[in-house]
Structures are given as structure tokens and as C-alpha cells.
């Protein structure tokens, strides 16, 4: 196995409030708690670990980098 380094991803703290896009692991996540989480914020990143669809997480992820939302490290 070859592991090769990648550059971070993280949310840029001038566009979200960090508390509204965070959430638990995925796998303890209720019903209830996830339409909360995404009541929250849209760039809650419930949207991308439990989504309607992994083509949907992908245009979302896509989108929140074009939009800045996310920021690659230098």
C-alpha cells in the first residue's frame, strides 16, 4: 500500500459560524437530531455524511469550495 500526503480541507471561519456546520459521527445521529443539524446551517456537514445522495454530497462539496465555504490548506 502506498499512502501519499493530501492537503486539508477545512471551513473558512469568516463565512460559517463553526458551531452551526459540526455535528457527532454519523453513525449516532438520529432522525430527529440530523433535520436539526441541518436546520442549523446549509453548509452543515451532515450534508455531505449523511446525504440524499453521494451525487449530491460530491455537487455540494464541489460547490462549498468554489464558493470558498471550504478552504484548501497551503
Not at 452551526?20 to 433535520?35: C, G, N, R, T, W
Not at 451525487?55 to 460547490?63: G, I, K, Q, V, Y
Not at 464558493?67 to 490548506?73: A, N, Q
Amino acid at each position: 500500500m502506498r499512502v501519499r500526503p493530501f492537503r486539508g480541507v477545512r471551513y473558512d471561519p469568516h463565512k460559517v459560524e463553526i458551531a452551526d456546520v459540526v455535528a457527532p459521527p454519523y453513525d449516532i445521529i438520529s432522525s430527529e437530531l440530523k433535520e436539526e443539524l441541518l436546520e442549523r446551517s446549509p453548509f452543515n456537514v451532515v450534508r455531505l455524511i449523511l446525504p440524499e445522495g453521494y451525487r449530491r454530497a460530491a455537487l455540494l462539496w464541489r460547490s462549498w469550495l468554489e464558493e470558498g465555504v471550504l478552504l484548501r490548506e497551503e
